[in-house]
């Protein structure tokens, strides 16, 4: 069964006039003999979040330090808020203020207390002065870590670590957030927190990049989604779309029959196995009052009816042949 997340409604503008944040062409990254971007290519437009998903070793958390200035390319161009960034080179001052990034490995100090984590990162961010207070007192009320910011980090839950190293990478209110699986680890309480304080980002009009194994929450938080294998986009598009280029948009539909039939069902587009009956549906609420209406006429008694419609799991299976989970 599908969680449900506490959502806010995705942007959707229509792309043409939008002002691309983020633009990254023929991207292409090697470390000694192994390929890790072959010609990725991406685009994130402003107030959108984009879903960056693939196999493990597509290229993902290369192509989002390359973003952030942490690993330089060996050949592309990247294009940050308008401006063309040479990304064979180490990232500027400017960027580090309006970039905010939220590694897969927890960048905080687990010898310092929460708060002193956010006097320190909003240090490194460049803050100014007479912000930081404020900035820091958003963060803690923001991660539900009020009454926690004078305990060592170290000591905290994997959940609570997760929060502090969202806020440590947003404090400076960022333009653009670069996230690196932010829900590995965290416990379902966490999760639904840590969804809420992106939520309130999109609210703001952040954009935002993440990698995610959680192919549920990308299929719900995303508006777009980049699927990645082998250090390149093999598709890109909003669900939707995805869904329509791959599997098609049927329901498909399995019906549990009580007992063999007596007689061969005729029934058009049915497939039959044993007490199974499959069929693809278009229009559930069409198609399946007719189809159980033949059923019945056939006298055939109906255990259980299930619909799978297609998700963003299914996309993923058809493009790469692998399921994330292996
Ligand atoms: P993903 O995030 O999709 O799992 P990565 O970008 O981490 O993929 O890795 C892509 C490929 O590049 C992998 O084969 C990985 O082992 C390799 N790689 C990534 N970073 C380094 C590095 N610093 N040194 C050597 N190889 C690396």
Wanted: hydrophobic content about 40%; proline content about 3%.
């Amino acid at each position: 069964m599908q969680t449900s997340y506490p959502i806010t409604s995705k942007s959707h503008e229509q792309g043409s006039q939008m002002e691309n944040v983020l633009e990254i062409r023929n991207a292409y990254k090697r470390f000694n003999g192994t390929k890790a971007l072959c010609g990725a290519n991406l685009t994130l437009q402003r107030g959108h979040w984009l879903a960056l998903v693939g196999p493990n070793g597509a290229g993902k958390t290369t192509l989002i330090r390359s973003i952030a200035g942490r690993v330089r390319l060996d050949t592309g161009q990247l294009s940050l808020f308008g401006q063309q960034v040479d990304p064979t080179r180490a990232s500027s001052e400017v960027l580090r203020r309006r970039i905010g990034v939220v590694p897969q490995d927890l960048a905080i100090y687990f010898h310092l207390t929460a708060i002193e984590n956010l006097f320190s990162f909003a240090a490194f961010h460049r803050v100014d002065q007479e912000d930081i207070k404020q900035r820091v007192h958003w963060a803690l009320e923001w991660t539900g870590l009020n009454e926690r910011r004078n305990d060592l980090a170290g000591d905290f839950s994997g959940g609570m670590k997760r929060r502090l190293n969202l806020a440590c990478g947003v404090l400076h209110q960022p333009e653009l957030i670069l996230l690196d699986e932010p829900m590995v680890g965290v416990d379902p309480q966490s999760r639904e927190r840590i969804w809420d304080m992106l939520n309130s980002l999109r609210e703001k009009g952040t954009s935002i990049l993440l990698t995610t194994h959680q192919l549920d929450e990308a299929q719900q938080m995303a508006d777009r989604v980049i699927v990645l294998d082998h250090g390149c986009e093999i598709a890109e598009g909003t669900i939707d779309e995805l869904i329509l280029q791959t599997v098609g948009e049927d329901h498909q539909v399995e019906i549990l029959l009580r007992e063999q039939p007596t007689s061969p069902l005729k029934i058009d587009g049915l497939s039959i196995e044993g007490l199974r009956v499959r069929c693809r549906m278009i229009d559930i609420a069409g198609q399946l009052p007719s189809l159980l209406a033949n059923l019945k006429e056939a006298r055939c008694e109906v255990q259980e009816i299930r619909i799978h419609t297609p998700t963003l799991r299914d996309v993923f299976l058809s493009l790469t042949g692998r399921d994330l989970r292996e």
